[in-house]
């Protein structure tokens, strides 16, 4: 068959075609395509923040050891001369050896204190074994646990030995001493850092190691050993918190070049600036920069710490480079503890990299421990060398002629690099070199509003970029910059704020404890501030309430309710939406905020949102409703009745078409049940005893005759595909009470038994088989008994909910909980059983504490045997099973489980809050069930919020971290959509193209016109008696459904594509289905005759279906059998007609209305009254024109105009029909006709503005099934008398199909469904006899 393959490939792709295909398809909206639809809706994974400091270090106290012995030079080194003589810029020999030494210590002190002002120095000159030991010593023991610097200068000394000793003096100088470096740990404890200048400098961090790893060995001996000596002593500090910087490696000697400094490794670590500038003068490319001279070089003007002077810009730059280079070659967490631990060792790490840099320039390699990898060849430098140089080169004007200096153009240049990585990037790359410039540019105001401004864009890359940041050391800074008042900051900060907050939500305490909530409620309240950013701001102060005592008191007082209220009805829709979540948050648990919100009536305020357009902006309002009742203070009567208020006006959204908000609604009337728990347990009670007294006659025996629904013979029923979101749905098996979901009773992961503890009480295996089935799978109330509660409870209609006397407030709710547990979206229905039967469960514990409750009497499944498994209920459910009568529970004495019950391993028991055994029978019922048993009446009764019974902290949905998500996502990028270079775009493009191939195709094939249509070009099998047929519009698949399963056929290639349960209770069939978006990404929306409407998606390819979405799309609907003829296989069912370009689903059956429900909104819009006292059988619509044509079960056609109020929307009616209306269609074009045919077989063609039929044709007889074709004008017949006629328009029969083709001839059956191709000339044809076939029109035109 030339079909799709080929014209795929045709040539002759003319720009027309694409024109065309663009005027149609790209203007399509599409439906249920949401974030919401598409993900699951929970938080992202919190990543593990390593950025904050475990713990920040001073270094307290440092040693400084100098032996220099001026004058004498040791024996074991051979001086050149002219020798390197400057020790701290001073030479010794200018002055007499002793003041020379005191200078020099003097001189080394003031080097270290520019780095650490605030620390205890200590000098110990040319000193003795005992003087080092008693410095070392009292330095440690009033540093306590910080850090103490031991600086070594051993140039008038031997160099180190091999055995790990430093060399001192005797008390008369006539000897040399050696000092072992053991002995030096032991005094000098840890945390330590130190620096020796010395030659052969490496020998004593291989020491220092060796003698580490060695006191940790006799550690590990003394731990075994209680008689070894170590066993007594208090254990010495660990070595491992130790930093060593050493001038040079084991085997080599100090530069002794005469320009150099003596102490060259000191000057780099502590006059950085000085060395590096002179540094720079001797090298050859200095002749560059001409008039500079090492005199010069001394005058440069300017403070180190002054940023504005050449001295302190250059500091600053270099603080950058090293910083920078730091931060790109060292792993995170070294850089972290040697760069941001501890402001000292920072700045001699930072310096040390100078060091490496220029001793290597002289054959001299400093080493540190721990380790760095070499960075004196990193590019970073160059840019130090440049800027250097732009200095310099000012200088000579500078001095001589005072010219004004001009600033470097490094930073600015810096960010415009951070910028083009910003914009040219790929998505998988390194991270920025640049980022931690960008840091040290925060602080300058020059460069600040650019700096704030690229550092947004870099966190907007998404979680991994805010890491990044954090890590670099951003937090102190953003944190800073809230105390700045200027406006233009505003956006920004407020912008990087909530991207940090996306990501680290543990910033809330940072942020109030610097009083940086009132940075952003001032945002919140600033009218003039965009909407975007006072939604950040809100978002910010939505984390800072979450959970967070302090934070909700701080923004109590800041007046964040007002705001918040002030605001729930901005345009904007994110912002109404986290308006609401951030009030929901900041009444949760504390009733102050609550108070303030009842007497600013922000609950009524809130009840506007509930009916607001956008979904995830009702789901906010409810959240926020639900904390407001949710509160566990106690209660008067005014709060009671603003409960009840609340719950009333909640229970309107039963019928919500978003089950976002239905999962948020269950939550929210939960927090109700824990709050009015024995008021709920005596309504469960009620209608427990209810619902046994009283049989319902099941629907599914009266709706089916018997003889349309043949038993399925086993190998007819594959195996059905597992379907994702129903990995927790009612199986599709008989017995559908074994609700497999029972995350309620929090049953350990296998089923096992859980941990016994006295928490978990039980008897016997007997007793705790009260539970029900031996799996341990079973609710107390099971599905089928809450389904039998839900149509017995005297529930005609939802609607005479509202306005009820409040009295029975607790019985409404109870019904809106059946009601949302026999949901047909598996998450709200798994939700409310929970909460069901967390109440049925301590109901029926309380009432009956006497005797085992009999299994039988609650669920519907046969009494239980004991298992061996046991069903001890984990401390996180619900209260465990009662005791039998002696209630062991009331005296201290835990009944033993038998032993085989034992699992083999305990979890350690740790009791949750309302996890105990109910000790309720002791007291009136009316006692809340959380409260403490007597025994413990006095342990924690008092604490206010010690009351939280498990269901609200089990039960909730993940809707505020799902939202908070946005903010952590990249929010500038352009959606993928959108971008005309993605596979996403190209994918959509290759479809449209293959839509407009097969409309124009079909059209050339119906306009020559369809002779004959009995060409047979699929027939298979169907798994179960095909309902309903669907083609897809574009590709070759076709949709089969029976009662409660749906089967895909690729009608090309003749395979079976999928097959899986569509979940609809057991009484209940499909009995409609469409494709939604089926120009793009197909849904298919099937209809089930209780009223429900779900939504698939992923069917008929590779991966496993699942469910978008699903809503009871008609609430009063129960299958009946009124008003249709016998004959006839279908009572109305629901029937829906779909209109893609306005995005409305147009529904009805078995009600009084025609009801249209907005699928971008998900929420039911507008209630068409059919005026007649019987079911509409078909619906069409024509979006063009407004109209509505339905079909109803008395004969009569009704023709409504929408755009019209419900008393006088209906236009037209016709009455010509004698019977039930088989199918009512309104063409498309602008004066289409209405065509519809009654079971009587008779068709009338209808012109919407004329009273009276405009043509009338007869077809056969007692029709079961009809379809019109929308372009080819061909109407196909099917009757129970299992034949099919196919008429043209003018009522001429082209078409007689009896026989299915094939090697026997067999009778076709009697005809369940027909359905023709949008487009192409093919009929698909249902038979009871499970086999589904395909006719098309003869070869030739194909």
């Known amino acids: 068959m030339k079909m799709d393959s080929d014209l795929l490939h045709s040539p002759a792709v003319g720009l027309t075609e694409e024109e065309e295909a663009d005027m149609n398809d790209w203007k399509l909206p599409l439906a249920f395509m949401k974030k919401r639809h598409s993900e699951k809706i929970e938080g992202s994974k919190a990543l593990a923040q390593s950025w904050r400091m475990k713990d920040r270090m001073k270094t307290v106290s440092v040693a400084l050891v100098l032996c220099l012995n001026v004058g004498v030079d040791p024996p074991d080194v051979v001086k050149t001369s002219p020798c390197a003589r400057l020790e701290c810029w001073i030479d010794p020999l200018s002055m007499s050896p002793q003041k020379a030494l005191e200078t020099i210590g003097a001189n080394l002190q003031k080097q270290y204190e520019n780095w650490q002002p605030r620390a205890r120095y200590k000098q110990s000159l040319d000193p003795t074994v005992d003087e080092v030991k008693k ?15 031991f600086h070594y200068n051993g140039h008038g000394v031997p160099r180190p030995t091999v055995n790990g000793e430093i060399w001192v003096f005797n008390k008369n100088y006539t000897q040399y001493i050696p000092l072992s470096i053991y002995d030096l740990q032991t005094w000098m404890g840890s945390p330590s850092i130190f620096v020796y200048d010395c030659s052969n400098a490496g020998i004593i961090v291989k020491s220092f190691k060796q003698f580490a790893l060695q006191r940790e060995q006799e550690l590990e001996v003394a731990a075994i050993n209680p008689s070894h000596p170590l066993a007594q002593m208090p254990l010495p500090p660990s070595m491992k918190n130790c930093i060593q910087l050493a001038a040079c490696e084991a085997s080599e000697l100090l530069p002794m070049n005469p320009d150099l400094p003596a102490d060259l490794f000191t000057s780099c670590l502590t006059t950085p600036i000085k060395i590096a500038l002179r540094w720079f003068c001797m090298q050859k490319s200095a002749k560059l920069v001409p008039g500079v001279t090492l005199d010069l070089i001394e005058k440069i003007p300017g403070r180190l710490n002054d940023r504005r002077t050449p001295l302190g810009e250059l500091n600053w730059i270099f603080t950058a480079i090293t910083d920078t280079i730091a931060w790109n070659v060292l792993p995170r967490d070294l850089f972290q503890k040697l760069f941001r631990q501890d402001l000292l060792v920072a700045s001699l790490f930072r310096n040390f990299l100078l060091a490496e840099r220029i001793m290597r320039s002289y054959n001299c390699t400093p080493v540190s421990s721990p380790r760095l990898p070499p960075t004196y060849m990193h590019a970073m430098w160059q840019a130090w060398d440049l800027a250097v140089d732009i200095c310099l080169s000012q200088l000579p004007t500078i001095i001589e002629e005072g010219t004004a200096f001009r600033h470097s153009p490094f930073f600015a240049e810096q960010l415009t690099a951070f910028q083009v990585w910003l914009t040219m990037g790929v998505e998988n790359r390194n991270p920025p070199e640049q980022l931690p410039i960008v840091l040290q540019v925060l602080l300058s105001q020059v460069h600040r509003l650019r700096a704030l401004d690229l550092l947004g864009c870099f966190l907007d890359l998404g979680p991994w970029a805010v890491s990044l940041a954090l890590s670099v050391g951003i937090f102190p800074y953003v944190l800073k910059l809230l105390q700045s008042s200027a406006r233009e900051l505003r956006p920004l900060l407020v912008f990087i704020w909530a991207k940090i907050l996306a990501v680290d939500s543990s910033c809330q305490a940072d942020l109030v404890k610097d009083n940086g909530h009132k940075y952003f409620l001032s945002v919140l309240a600033d009218s003039y501030m965009p909407a975007e950013h006072r939604t950040m701001a809100v978002f910010i102060l939505a984390v800072i309430v979450n959970s967070y005592n302090t934070g909700q008191e701080a923004c109590l007082q800041g007046n964040l309710i007002a705001n918040c209220l002030e605001q729930l009805s901005d345009p904007h829709p994110l912002l109404r939406q986290w308006v609401a979540i951030c009030l929901g948050r900041i009444w949760q648990n504390f009733e102050p905020a609550r108070w303030c919100g009842v007497r600013d009536s922000a609950h009524e305020k809130l009840y506007t949102l509930l009916s607001d357009p956008i979904p995830e902006v009702r789901c906010a309002a409810v959240f926020a409703l639900g904390t407001f009742v949710g509160n566990s203070a106690e209660r008067t009567d005014h709060s009671t009745t603003i409960d009840h208020n609340v719950a009333m006006m909640l229970a309107q959204l039963i019928n919500d078409g978003s089950p976002v908000v239905r999962k948020e609604l269950v939550v929210a009337l939960s927090h109700l049940v824990v709050q009015y728990e024995s008021n709920f347990c005596t309504v469960a009670l009620q209608f427990i005893e209810e619902e046994k007294n009283y049989t319902v006659p099941s629907p599914a025996n009266t709706a089916e005759p018997g003889s349309l629904t043949p038993v399925r013979d086993s190998p007819a029923i594959p195996r059905l595909r597992s379907v994702n979101s129903y990995t927790n749905i009612r199986a599709a098996t008989t017995a559908r009470n074994l609700n497999k979901s029972l995350q309620n009773l929090n049953l350990n992961e296998e089923g096992g038994p859980a941990a016994f503890s006295p928490g978990n009480l039980s008897t016997s295996s007997s007793a705790s088989s009260t539970l029900g089935s031996p799996d341990n799978d079973e609710y107390i109330l099971s599905f089928e008994t809450i389904d039998k509660m839900r149509r017995v409870s005297s529930y005609s209609s939802l609607n005479s909910l509202i306005g009820v006397s409040f009295n029975s407030v607790y019985t409404q709710i109870w019904r809106v909980l059946l009601h949302l547990a026999a949901d047909p979206f598996p998450e709200v229905s798994d939700l409310a059983m929970k909460v069901l039967n967390s109440i049925a469960y301590k109901a029926t514990m309380n009432a009956r504490p006497q005797r085992i409750l009999d299994s039988g009497s609650l669920t519907q499944s046969a009494p239980a045997s004991p298992t061996s498994k046991g069903t001890h209920i984990h401390q996180a459910g619900g209260s465990p099973p009662m005791p039998s009568a002696s209630s062991s529970s009331l005296t201290n004495e835990v009944p033993k489980p038998p032993a085989r019950e034992q699992p083999a391993t305990r979890p350690p028991y740790t009791p949750t809050l309302g996890g105990q055994a109910p000790h309720s029978h002791q007291f009136p019922r009316t006692r809340k069930m959380f409260d403490k048993g007597p025994e413990q009446a006095g342990e924690d009764g008092d604490e206010p919020g010690s009351h939280r019974n498990y269901i609200s902290a089990a039960l909730q949905t993940g809707l505020c971290d799902w939202s908070a998500k946005y903010f952590a996502q990249p929010v500038m990028k352009i959606p993928e959509e959108h971008d005309l270079e993605s596979q996403v775009r190209m994918e959509r493009q290759w479809r449209f193209l293959r839509n407009t191939r097969v409309r124009r195709q079909s059209r050339g094939i119906t306009q020559r016109g369809v002779s004959r249509l009995d060409d047979q070009i699929f027939i298979n099998r169907n798994p179960g008696v095909p309902s309903v047929v669907k083609f897809h519009p574009f590709n070759t698949c076709i949709a089969v459904a029976d009662k409660d399963s749906i089967c895909f056929w690729d009608w090309e290639k003749g395979e079976r594509l999928d097959y899986f349960y569509n979940g609809n209770p057991r009484y209940t069939r499909i009995t409609a289905m469409e494709y939604l978006n089926g120009h793009d990404c197909s849904l298919l929306l099937t209809a089930t005759d209780d009223g429900a409407l779900r939504i698939w998606k992923n069917f008929a390819d590779q991966k496993n279906p699942e469910m978008v979405t699903a809503w009871q799309g008609l609430s009063d609907m129960l299958p009946t059998t009124r008003g249709q003829p016998t004959s006839s296989a279908h009572s109305a069912g629901m029937v829906v007609d779909w209109e893609q370009e306005t995005g409305l689903l147009m529904t009805s059956g078995d009600v009084r209305v025609v009801r249209i429900w907005d699928t971008d909104r998900e929420m039911k819009v507008q209630d068409i009254p059919t005026g007649a006292d019987s079911c509409v059988t078909s619906l069409s619509c024509d979006s063009q024109r407004s109209l509505i044509v339905a079909g109803l079960g008395d004969g009569s056609v009704r023709v409504f105009d929408r755009r019209m109020g419900p008393n006088e929307c209906r236009v037209m009616t016709y009455r010509e029909h004698g019977a ?107 038979s009871n006899d499970y086999y589904m076939s395909i006719y098309s029109a003869e070869k030739r035109l194909r």
Request: hydrophobic share 40%; with cysteine; net charge neutral.
């Open 135 to 149: 410095l070392c010593t009292s330095l440690r023991r009033n540093a306590k646990e910080e850090r103490v610097l």
């Open 1220 to 1326: 039930w209306v088989v199918k009512a269609h309104l063409q498309k074009e602008t004066d289409g006709h209405i065509i519809s045919v009654s079971v009587n077989g008779d068709v009338r063609f209808f012109e919407p503005r004329s009273p009276d039929s405009i043509n009338v044709l007869q077809t056969v007889k007692g029709l079961t099934a009809l379809d019109i074709h929308p372009q080819a004008n061909l109407f196909a017949c099917g009757s129970m008398n299992q034949f099919i006629a196919v008429y043209n328009a003018n009522g001429d029969v082209i078409s007689n199909i009896k026989y299915y083709d094939g090697f026997m001839g067999q009778r076709i059956g009697a005809i369940s469904c027909l359905a023709f191709h949008p487009h192409w000339p093919h009929l698909a044809v249902g």
